[in-house]
Nanobody, 125 residues
Framework: QAQLVESGGGLVQTGDSLTLSCTDSRRTFSSYAMGWFRQAPEKEREFVAAISWTGANAYYADSVKGRFSISRHYANNTIFLQMNSLKPEDTAVYYC??????????????????WGQGTQVTVSS
């Protein structure tokens, strides 16, 4: 069983950058695809980015393409989300999760599990 912990959130200004990290303390997600999702107040949780277990394939929501980049570092068992050119619309709690087996290429929330507790990102104007 994975135990995911997100970190790196904070309060920034429009145009700033942040890097979020997600670590599996039990070191079990190296063979699983992983995704980042976010949830703003009074909104549904939405897909942000995902990366295959090999790190060869990445997928992004249209709202963050060209600004966000997902990567994974196997040596320290950590997934990153590099966020550039941040906008107030990016304000949300960001969560990481593992994709379920036999769901190759999926970016659907229903195909992810083992959610972390989330980290708050606030972008001021």
């Amino acid at each position: 069983q994975a135990q995911l912990v997100e970190s790196g959130g904070g309060l920034v200004q429009t145009g700033d950058s942040l890097t979020l990290s997600c670590t599996d303390s039990r070191r079990t997600f190296s063979s699983y695809a992983m995704g980042w999702f976010r949830q703003a107040p009074e909104k549904e949780r939405e897909f942000v980015a995902a990366i295959s277990w090999t790190g060869a394939n990445a997928y992004y929501a249209d709202s963050v393409k060209g600004r966000f980049s997902i990567s994974r570092h196997y040596a320290n068992n950590t997934i990153f989300l590099q966020m550039n050119s941040l906008k107030p619309e990016d304000t949300a709690v960001y969560y990481c999760a593992l994709r379920k087996p036999m769901k190759s290429g999926s970016t659907s929330l229903d195909d992810f599990s083992s959610w972390g507790q989330g980290t708050q990102v606030t972008v001021s104007s």
